[in-house]
């Protein structure tokens, strides 16, 4: 493959971390001209929670966890740049909508709160309260509360977050879309009706004892990058890494861990994966289903040679229903589509089968390309059926481990934000504020957006995030904020969704998780839930980018105020001192008891995980083998002869892209790129390098991408979120759980009008 002609694709052959990731670092902390001592403050037991993502702080670490990726969410937000009102006294709206959003992001800090001016098409300043005033007011004039869309990312706080539900419900709406909606909902709705919680059972120590990994569908060395140390460690100890994804991901593949002198002086680093899968997109249904099949298999030939059987016979008499189902379900699925559909020959999935079995202690990980499906609340409950057949889950060593995205999406769910209240929730919050919380259930993200766009829905406010665009179909959602009465966005960064506007726009800056928050009572800390449901607290260290910006808690205070007249919460007394906002929600929720004093040790403390100690929260206090008719986790998507998925690279954070660059998959200053099998490019009679468009349907065409041979499965394609969302139709989602179906998109490849690629634009 000729990849030298092609500008920025040259392959990449070192292993992940290394001295690449070091000079990553450095450039990062340049090019932000941010404070590096702040790195020294990352996930340390007095400093703040990296805002990078959502694995947890090892017990016995050292004294400062490496991560290149945390040191990019970290420099980003402690930049040294900033928007400020002479910025949009200089640049109209109209103007910066034709930035890129690494342009828009990268200009720097939000530093005061701003106002959408019609007549002059600028964003003009205005004070806090003015803008509480103005969306207040706009709120009090909708007919009903339901027509108000509440949307909260995951990196709010657990006390923003608390605050946040407190106030949508106290003016009347359980509308509450959140990123949860667009990431692990699968796991929240599907893991719940298996085992009683939506929730990962493993803690940290359990990567210690695993036997063998089972890493699905997610790409730890860009998205949970400290990770490869649990990861790393389990290789050296013998543990077994089994990957499944239809990528050759380097993260996966080998790392060179920073924190290792021996590992920087060998350039290829530590193998991790023992074998290395590459399903096809969408095939996991199918090949969790055959490493099943392959299972009974295994046990009936035991049996028969007098054996106990591989099945773990009284876990699942003692603990599970379901049983029989599931091995009818799996009986009658045949191998020829299990091949079929996962794109693997039935010899490979036998071995992962194997490596199952003779595997004491089995963990399961797994990510977006597991729940971004029409079937991933099935995928999920598949993961959970393989487990539950040796009694993987509740014991040492073993369980399932769902990688959550954002630093606090986990926490967000747990106080609150949630469209899907449940009765004895409710009843304790309006036992708690006085208040009469709306029972019916509101929108999740999907729901919202259908709502905005048909006229049901006339306001939307969202804490953090960048909504319009993290969503499927922009065409649709851009255009439904559009309509929208009024459109709040409390940001760190301005970014396109508050570009776009509604007949009332406000953007208000908050402080972000770096930086100290001093209130009325003193310095405040904010608490925060991981991946394994470890609760602890974060206190930001540096300065504010401007001493006029309010926290997350004194906004939504500050909205509540000005919305929810005669209100008779005291949002002043819980501003100044957030150990009062804890007593709440520990008021609210009893597995926080006694909030205040045990998130106050470092590393905090563990929600119970009833699953972890083989109690199943379920009606019937059973975990349950749950059957799914078929092999295609995509429902339908997978018949296309070309299957889309859409990815992170290296550089990006969500909607935030730090840079041009995809340093593990080879690529530099672009992203205009789709990755192909060249077997499949060679059939549509396209070659490397060749400018495409990537056709989903007659006004969905990604125009004039450089098709890029790689390393991925037959059949497979991948492009980058969220260039590549005008793809997705807003309704091509899992119905169970509303989760959108990013991760297969059935597409065709033509030659794109010109035959040569142009160069990268230069950045
Ligand atoms: N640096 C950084 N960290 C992040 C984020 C970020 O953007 N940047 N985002 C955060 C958030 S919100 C989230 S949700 C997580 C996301 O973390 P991941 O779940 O790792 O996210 P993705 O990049 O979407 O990648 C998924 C992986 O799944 C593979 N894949 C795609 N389709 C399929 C499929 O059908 N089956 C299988 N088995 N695999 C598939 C892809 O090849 C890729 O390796 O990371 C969090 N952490
Ligand atoms: N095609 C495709 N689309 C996807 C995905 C995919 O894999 N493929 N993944 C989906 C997933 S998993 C997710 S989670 C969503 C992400 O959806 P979102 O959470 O909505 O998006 P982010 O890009 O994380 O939001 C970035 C913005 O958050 C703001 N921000 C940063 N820090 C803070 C803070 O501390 N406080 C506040 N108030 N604001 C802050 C900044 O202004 C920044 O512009 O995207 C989804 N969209
Ligand atoms: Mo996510």
Not at 270 to 287: C, I, P, T, W
Not at 317 to 325: L, P, R
Not at 498 to 522: F, H, I, M, N, W
Not at 694 to 702: F, I, Q, S
Request: aromatic share 8%; net charge negative.
């Amino acid at each position: 493959m000729a990849d030298s002609i092609i500008e920025g694709v040259k392959g990449y052959t070192g292993a992940a971390g290394g001295w690449g990731a070091l000079r990553a670092v450095a450039i990062a902390v340049r090019n932000q001209m941010a404070d590096a001592k702040a790195l020294l403050s990352v996930n340390q037991p007095d400093g703040f929670d990296c805002p990078g993502c959502a694995w947890p702080d090892p017990r016995h670490g050292s004294s400062f966890e490496f991560c290149e990726n945390g040191a990019k969410a970290v420099t980003w937000e402690a930049t040294a740049k900033r928007v400020d009102p002479e910025f949009f006294a200089q640049h109209s709206a109209t103007e910066l909508w034709g930035w890129h959003d690494h342009d828009l992001e990268g200009a720097g800090r939000l530093t005061h709160p701003l106002r959408y001016n019609p007549d002059t098409d600028h964003y003009e300043v205005i004070s806090y309260d003015e803008a509480f005033r103005l969306a207040g007011e706009a709120l009090n004039r909708l007919d009903d509360p339901d027509q108000a869309e509440f949307y909260c990312s995951g990196r709010a706080s657990n006390e923003a977050a608390f605050l946040w539900q407190l106030y949508a419900r106290a003016f009347g709406t359980n509308n509450f879309p959140d990123c949860s909606n667009m990431c692990h909902e699968a796991t929240s709705i599907g893991l719940p009706q298996s085992i009683g919680v939506g929730k990962g059972t493993v803690l940290l120590e359990d990567f210690e004892q695993a036997d063998a990994i089972f890493c699905i569908g997610h790409n730890p060395g860009t998205n949970h990058p400290r990770m490869l140390s649990s990861l790393r460690d389990a290789a050296r100890r013998g543990a077994a890494i089994v990957v499944a994804n239809p990528m050759k991901e380097r993260g996966l593949e080998r790392f060179q861990s920073p924190q290792h002198v021996g590992d920087m002086m060998r350039r290829s680093g530590v193998a991790l994966a023992s074998a290395y899968h590459q399903v096809r997109v969408g095939g996991d249904m199918a090949m969790l289903k055959g490493m099943m099949k392959a299972l009974f298999a295994l046990d009936e030939a035991d049996l028969s040679a007098g054996g106990p059987g591989v099945l773990d016979r009284a876990f699942i008499a003692e603990h599970t229903t379901g049983f029989e189902a599931l091995a009818a379900d799996i009986a009658a699925t045949q191998w020829d589509e299990i091949e079929r559909r996962s794109g693997l020959p039935r010899a490979e999935i036998e071995s992962m089968a194997d490596t199952y079995a003779k595997a004491e202690r089995v963990i399961i990980c797994y990510g977006m390309g597991i729940t971004q499906h029409r079937h991933g609340t099935q995928n999920v409950q598949q993961i959970a059926n393989l487990l539950l057949l040796r009694g993987n889950i509740g014991k040492p060593g073993a369980g399932i481990c769902p990688l959550r995205g954002h630093s606090n999406v986990q926490g967000d769910r747990t106080v609150g934000i949630t469209e899907l209240p449940t009765e004895e929730f409710l009843q304790r919050l309006d036992a708690a504020f006085g208040i009469a919380a709306p029972r019916k259930h509101g929108h999740g993200a999907v729901e919202a957006f259908k709502a905005m766009l048909d006229g049901r829905s006339r306001a939307v406010l969202s804490l953090g995030g960048n909504l319009a665009v993290a969503m499927p179909d922009p065409a649709a959602c851009f255009a439904a904020y559009r309509k929208m009465d009024l459109a709040v966005s409390v940001v760190t960064k301005f970014n396109r969704t508050c570009l776009l506007r509604a007949k009332e726009t406000l953007v208000l800056p908050c402080l972000g998780r770096t930086e100290q928050d001093v209130q009325a009572s003193g310095p405040q800390s904010i608490t925060v839930e991981d991946s394994m449901s470890m609760v602890h607290a974060s206190r930001g260290k540096l300065k504010p980018v401007s001493d006029t910006l309010l926290s997350e808690p004194a906004i939504v205070a500050g909205f509540a105020k000005a919305t929810l007249r005669g209100t008779a919460i005291d949002w002043d007394g819980m501003v100044a001192d957030y150990d009062r906002i804890r007593d709440k929600i520990a008021e609210v929720f009893p597995d926080f008891g006694d909030y205040n004093a045990r998130v106050r040790v470092p590393l905090g403390f563990r929600l119970p995980i009833g699953p972890s100690d083989r109690i199943w929260p379920t009606p019937d206090g059973k975990a349950h083998f749950l059957v799914h008719a078929g092999a295609d986790g995509t429902g339908g998507n997978a018949d296309s002869r070309l299957v889309l998925t859409t990815i992170r690279s290296h550089d990006q954070y969500n909607t935030t892209i730090y840079g041009h660059n995809d340093r593990y998959r080879g690529i530099t200053g672009r992203r205009d790129v789709v990755f192909a099998n060249a077997d499949d490019l060679a059939e549509a009679g396209i070659s490397h390098g060749d400018l495409v468009d990537v056709v989903a349907g007659p006004d969905r065409v990604l125009e004039r991408q450089v098709a890029v041979a790689h390393a991925i499965a037959r059949g497979s394609v991948a492009a980058y979120y969220p260039e590549a969302n005008h793809l997705i139709a807003l309704d091509d989602c899992d119905p169970v759980s509303g989760t959108p179906a990013y991760k297969s998109v059935p597409i065709t490849l033509r030659r794109a009008a010109a035959l040569s690629p142009e160069a990268p634009p230069s950045r």
